[in-house]
T-cell receptor, first 113, second 110 residues
Framework: DTGVSQDPRHKITKRGQNVTFRCDPI?????LYWYRQTLGQGPEFLTY????????KSRLLSDRFSAERPKGSFSTLEIQRTEQGDSAMYLC???????????FGSGTQLSVL | AQRVTQPEKLLSVFKGAPVELKCNYS??????LFWYVQYSRQRLQLLLR??SRESIKGFTADLNKGETSFHLKKPFAQEEDSAMYYC????????????FGAGTRLFVKA
């Protein structure tokens, strides 16, 4: 598969639990982005990587959120002590360079009960 | 601050009618603008970008720096155009990231 893949597609968890999502970008893309999308809103930028370096993290992002891209390939997004307000679609995207079009994954739908 | 505004949440037109989805942006730098589309049960994908100056599926968009707008237009809407449309702006904050508007749902009626 040459597209961006995300795992899992759906995650249901109880408030206070930790969750981790994985994203595999298109292999030749050195940039990887995480977005969050809630109903009726566009994708909201969370963070992005160039290779293994995390270059920017949204100021709106709680300290409970952390992302890694250890070898410059796949990335993980972890949310600690989940809250009901974290319920959203978490989207991953990649592109080959600055300002280029984004290729999106199908997303991980998180529901916090 | 950088911002993308799509004033219409829903736009409903009849098949064959012209359609215009509005997008305004706020950015002090040189704008790089995109339209992304999400069809039912599909992932978000690029429709067009202003730098390409191309027409995709009959859609065009012109960057108007004076009005800070990048409206998406199509002269004759088709039912298969029904989808969510997002205007997006690539901004340089030391690297480049893309920010999105809230989206407009286009519904083309038969």
């Amino acid at each position: 598969d040459t597209g961006v893949s995300q795992d899992p597609r759906h995650k249901i968890t109880k408030r206070g639990q930790n969750v981790t999502f994985r994203c595999d970008p298109i292999s030749e893309h050195n940039r990887l982005y995480w977005y969050r999308q809630t109903l009726g809103q566009g994708p909201e930028f969370l963070t992005y990587f160039q290779n293994e370096a995390q270059l920017e993290k949204s100021r709106l992002l709680s300290d409970r959120f952390s992302a890694e891209r250890p070898k410059g390939s796949f990335s993980t997004l972890e949310i600690q002590r989940t809250e009901q307000g974290d319920s959203a679609m978490y989207l991953c995207a990649s592109n080959p360079g600055a300002g280029e079009k984004l290729f999106f994954g199908s997303g991980t739908q998180l529901s916090v009960l | 601050a950088q911002r993308v505004t799509q004033p219409e949440k829903l736009l409903s037109v009849f098949k064959g009618a012209p359609v215009e989805l509005k997008c305004n942006y706020s950015y002090s730098g040189s704008p790089e603008l995109f339209w992304y589309v999400q069809y039912s049960r599909q992932r978000l994908q690029l429709l067009l970008r202003h730098i390409s100056r191309e027409s995709i599926k009959g859609f065009t968009a012109d960057l108007n720096k004076g009005e800070t707008s990048f409206h998406l237009k199509k002269p004759f809407a088709q039912e298969e155009d029904s989808a969510m449309y997002y205007c997006a702006l690539s901004v340089d904050t030391g690297g480049f990231k893309t920010i999105f508007g809230a989206g407009t749902r286009l519904f083309v009626k038969a």
